[in-house]
């Protein structure tokens, strides 16, 4: 996450979070990055006051561009390997294992087996998940993409969201909120590219009727904070 003196950004992946944290790196000098991808909850005491920024995405776009960008990745993430059997399975089988990961204790356990005991806090790229933590989805009826969210955010009622679909226009509102907002940025954050996207057609082509409703069954609470649903058009630029 990073902490800046008006603000604190917590970075969900797959949410615009890159193109947030470069902007926040580029007009914040004295921003502080503590871990990576880092839950709220652990988020030192001194900066509890602060505003929190986040991100949010459609979960169907979610999922594929999730699996789009980690399938083509070749490090080992211990959450996509263990749900895509180190990468041999398709999206179809992999978006299943993760929207069904609560239900699955076998698969569960595995995947457990390669994540850490605790955070490390002497490298700057930390996993954002431990063993303990990951043990909680058992039996929660969550998809992976909610589960995370809730660990990335709670306490969210106060968090103020970007939604990927509507990425610049909420991150001007959130800058002009928090009263930072000057012409420089203004102009940036309408003007800079996206970073870190991924390369698919509208998320609906990769989805079954019978896999998009296991989303909307999994995903049920976030999708209707946020309202949500599954189209059949053209969609946003990815981020």
Same mark, same amino acid.
């Given at each position: 996450?990073?902490?800046?003196?008006?603000?604190?950004?917590?970075?969900?992946?797959?949410?615009?979070?890159?193109? +947030?944290?470069?902007?926040?790196?580029?007009?914040?000098?004295?921003?502080?990055?503590? @871990?990576?991808?880092?839950? /709220?909850?652990?988020?030192?005491?001194?900066?509890?006051?602060?505003?929190?920024?986040?991100?949010?995405?459609?979960?169907?776009?979610?999922? +594929?561009?999730?699996?789009?960008?980690? +399938?083509?990745?070749? @490090?080992?993430?211990?959450?996509?390997?263990?749900?895509?059997?180190?990468?041999?399975?398709?999206?179809?089988?992999?978006?299943?294992?993760?929207?069904?990961?609560?239900?699955?204790?076998?698969?569960? %356990?595995?995947?457990?087996?390669?994540?850490?005991?605790?955070?490390?806090?002497?490298?700057?790229?930390?996993?954002?998940?431990?063993?303990?933590?990951?043990?909680? +989805?058992?039996?929660?009826?969550?998809?992976?993409?909610?589960?995370?969210?809730?660990?990335?955010?709670?306490?969210?009622?106060?968090?103020?969201?970007?939604?990927?679909?509507?990425?610049?226009? %909420?991150? $001007?509102?959130?800058?002009?909120?928090?009263?930072? $907002?000057?012409?420089?940025?203004?102009?940036?954050?309408?003007?800079?590219?996206?970073?870190?996207?991924?390369?698919?057609?509208?998320?609906?082509?990769?989805?079954?009727?019978?896999?998009?409703?296991?989303?909307?069954?999994?995903?049920?609470?976030?999708?209707?904070?946020?309202?949500?649903?599954?189209?059949?058009? /053209?969609?946003?630029?990815?981020?």
């Amino acid at each position: 996450m990073l902490v800046t003196e008006h603000f604190v950004f917590t970075h969900l992946p797959r949410t615009g979070g890159t193109f +947030i944290a470069d902007l926040i790196k580029r007009f914040f000098p004295s921003v502080r990055e503590v @871990g990576y991808h880092l839950p /709220r909850m652990m988020l030192p005491k001194e900066y509890a006051h602060l505003p929190v920024l986040g991100g949010v995405r459609n979960p169907w776009d979610f999922y +594929i561009s999730w699996y789009k960008h980690q +399938i083509s990745q070749a @490090g080992n993430s211990p959450l996509f390997c263990g749900v895509s059997d180190n990468r041999k399975l398709d999206f179809v089988e992999t978006t299943r294992n993760a929207l069904d990961l609560c239900l699955s204790e076998g698969s569960l %356990d595995c995947l457990i087996q390669n994540l850490p005991d605790d955070f490390d806090y002497q490298k700057k790229h930390v996993p954002n998940v431990t063993k303990n933590i990951m043990r909680r +989805i058992q039996g929660s009826g969550l998809g992976l993409y909610s589960f995370r969210f809730n660990l990335m955010f709670e306490p969210s009622e106060d968090v103020f969201f970007c939604r990927v679909e509507s990425l610049r226009t %909420d991150l $001007l509102t959130f800058f002009e909120r928090v009263r930072v $907002l000057n012409n420089p940025l203004r102009d940036a954050v309408l003007n800079v590219e996206k970073k870190n996207v991924s390369d698919h057609d509208h998320y609906s082509a990769y989805y079954s009727p019978e896999l998009a409703e296991l989303v909307s069954l999994r995903e049920r609470a976030l999708i209707e904070r946020f309202r949500y649903k599954f189209e059949r058009r /053209r969609a946003v630029d990815d981020a």
